[in-house]
Structure formats: C-alpha cells, structure tokens
C-alpha cells in the first residue's frame, strides 16, 4: 500500500477511535512496526496527530468521538470487561454506574443478577437495566445532554451526594501516563467525582484505546480506584502506579 495512502487510513482510524495502537495500526496494514512508527512521527510533524508512547491520538483534547460511532468501537474488548465486572457485583448490592458506553456495556452484563439498586446519570443505563422487575433504578435529577443521554450539572451532583453505595462503576475518555483520568466536559466529570466519594468501592473499566489519549478536563487519578479492569496490559508507567497503589489490576 503507498504511503500517502496508508497515511490516510491512519488518519481515518485515528478520528473514529481517538486513539489506535502500533500493534493494531501493524495488524490492520499488514506492515512492519517500523514503517508504522514512521508514518506516525510524520503525522505528528503534520500535527495531523498526537503521538503518544505505543500509538497516536487525535490531536484535540476538548472533543470526544460521536456517540454513535463510541457504541460500535472496541466492543468485543467492552464486552469483556463487562463480563468481568459483573462478575465482581453481588446480588443484592447498590451500585452507581456512570456515562459512557463501557458503562452501558456492564449494564447490559447485569441483567443475570438479582435484587439490584442501581443509581445513575445515564438514560442508557437506565432503559437497559428497566426491565428488570427486582431492580430498583434511580435516575438523577439535571440536564439531559442530547448527545449521548449523559445526565450532568450540579443538580446531578447534588442527587449523587444524596446516596453511599456499595459499588461505583466508572468510566473515562483517556488515561494519561501519570495516571490522570481524563474526560470532556466538567459537569461529567464533577458527577464522577461524587461517585467516587460516595461509593464504598470503585471499578474503573477501561479498554486499550484509553491509554494515552487526551481530553481537558481531569477527573481524577487511577489510584482512586480500587479495581481496574481492562483487556490489555497497561503502559509501564500505569502499571507501576496500580503497584504502589494497591489498585487491583484484571486484565481480562
């Protein structure tokens, strides 16, 4: 394939990813690591990417992906996850569960469990898990953003601060190499934060392509958790940190 080419491909997958890997850019070209890194570290040049340790990323930080397209991105390594997580919830528990397609993801894992109260700022989330009789789901109170039935604002925050739940499951638009958890729009992120607060135990779920991508806003940090799922290993750096820690790692 020639390079001008190639290099558009990158482009596009970048875009509909937010980030893509060596190993996956090496796999979906059928080219060797080398000539991948080089087409990266000209796009970078470019600035028609970000280049981060094992990949590349979209150069804005205050932009997420469409929904839609979020939905249909890695859903076999969200699907994992997912099952995973569920695994790690007992019937009869409260759980919070966040915005983002990971979460509806695990919701979706859930409906095999009994008696759960769930609370959350997502409408997803709340029309998936609705069909459960014993269920008891509560939607949070604030504004509707349109996008992607995210809940947000500081009535959210206020209704979120209302409950101590047993499990907060949560997920992010990026992890930085130090650790920071990293997401769009500050009202999401000032909801995640009183998740967090207020649940007796977090699981952070998170596939491959959250590692060194961007965006603005700074939720937290991974060591917040104390459960971090994923489908692949995480960069040293990230690894280290869970170490020291004590955050669990399940690498699923």
């Known amino acids: 394939m020639a390079q001008e080419r190639r290099q558009d491909g990158i482009l596009t997958l970048v875009k509909d990813k937010g980030f ?26 470019e600035n028609k990417v970000r ?12 932009t997420n992906t469409e929904y839609t397209k979020r939905k249909i991105m890695d859903s076999v390594a969200k699907e994992k996850i997912a099952a995973h997580v569920a695994t790690m919830i007992p019937d009869g528990s409260s759980v919070f569960i966040n915005i983002g397609t990971t979460t509806e993801t695990v919701a979706r894992a859930l409906l095999q ?59 992010i638009s990026g992890i930085d190499e130090d650790g920071s958890l990293l997401d769009f729009d500050f009202r999401e992120v000032r ?39 994923t ?12 170490k020291a820690s004590e955050v669990n790692l399940h690498i699923v």
């Open 20 to 45: 893509v890997s060596i190993d996956d850019l090496v796999a979906h070209f059928n080219v060797t690591p080398q000539t991948i890194r080089r087409d990266l570290n000209q796009l970078a040049n």
């Open 51 to 62: 280049r981060h340790h094992g990949g590349a990323g979209t150069v804005s930080s205050v």
């Open 113 to 171: 469990h009994q008696n759960l109260r769930v609370v959350t700022n997502n409408l997803h989330v709340a029309s998936i898990l609705a069909v459960k009789e014993d269920f008891t789901v509560l939607i949070a109170a604030g504004e509707v953003r349109h996008r992607d039935g995210g809940i947000i604002g500081e009535a959210t925050e206020d209704f979120i601060s209302q409950f101590k739940m047993d499990f907060g499951i949560i997920g």
């Open 191 to 229: 909801v995640a934060q009183s998740i967090i607060r207020n649940s007796r135990r977090v699981i952070l779920g998170a596939d491959g392509s959250k590692f060194g991508r961007f965006a603005m806003v700074k939720l937290g940090n991974i060591n917040q958790a104390h459960d971090f799922v």
């Open 231 to 242: 489908d692949t290993q995480p960069p040293h750096s990230i690894s280290e940190l869970l």
